[in-house]
């Protein structure tokens, strides 16, 4: 497992420190560096995939997890209710800045429509 130089392959192998908030084998769940909302969690596969569009059949299974994990998450952080934003960035256009697929978990306050 990992990808010389990935900050997040770092992150998972716990080789750089970080607020963790749910963890199983497969997938790890921290708090953002600089949150963009009250509450602002990514959630990656422990495993390098670089971005969403070099996902194959056989990670489906682990997508849905990832997506379950943040269901699971906003609920436990009480947004759920209330709403709350799942984005995967891909590439330059979208913003992805670090190459390791995660899902960004944003709630705790309203969201714009279309985003910036
Ligand atoms: P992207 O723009 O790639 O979709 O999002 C990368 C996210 O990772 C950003 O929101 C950024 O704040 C966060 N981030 C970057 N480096 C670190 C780090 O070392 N630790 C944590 N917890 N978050 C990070
Ligand atoms: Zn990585």
Same mark, same amino acid.
């Given at each position: 497992?990992?990808?010389?130089?990935?900050?997040?392959?770092?992150?998972?192998?716990?080789?750089?420190?970080?607020r963790?908030?749910?963890?199983?084998? +497969?997938?790890? #769940?921290? %708090?953002?560096?600089?949150?963009?909302?009250p509450?602002? @969690?990514? !959630?990656i596969?422990?495993?390098?995939i670089?971005k969403?569009?070099?996902?194959?059949?056989?990670?489906?299974?682990?997508?849905?997890?990832l997506?379950?994990?943040? +269901?699971?998450? #906003?609920? %436990?952080?009480?947004?759920?209710?209330?709403g709350?934003? @799942?984005? !995967?960035?891909?590439?330059?256009?979208?913003?992805?800045?670090?190459?390791?697929?995660?899902?960004?978990?944003?709630?705790?306050?309203?969201?714009?429509?279309p985003?910036?």
């Open positions: 497992m990992g990808e010389g130089g990935c900050i997040f392959c770092k992150i998972a192998k716990k080789e750089i420190p970080s963790i908030v749910f963890e199983d084998s +497969r997938i790890l #769940a921290f %708090e953002d560096l600089r949150p963009q909302a509450v602002h @969690i990514l !959630i596969p422990k495993h390098h670089e969403i569009a070099d996902i194959e059949e056989d990670d489906l299974g682990l997508i849905g997890d997506v379950l994990a943040a +269901r699971n998450i #906003a609920k %436990e952080k009480g947004v759920d209710r209330s709350y934003r @799942i984005v !995967i960035n891909c590439n330059k256009d979208a913003g992805q800045e670090v190459l390791h697929l995660h899902l960004h978990l944003l709630g705790g306050r309203k969201f714009t429509w985003p910036g």
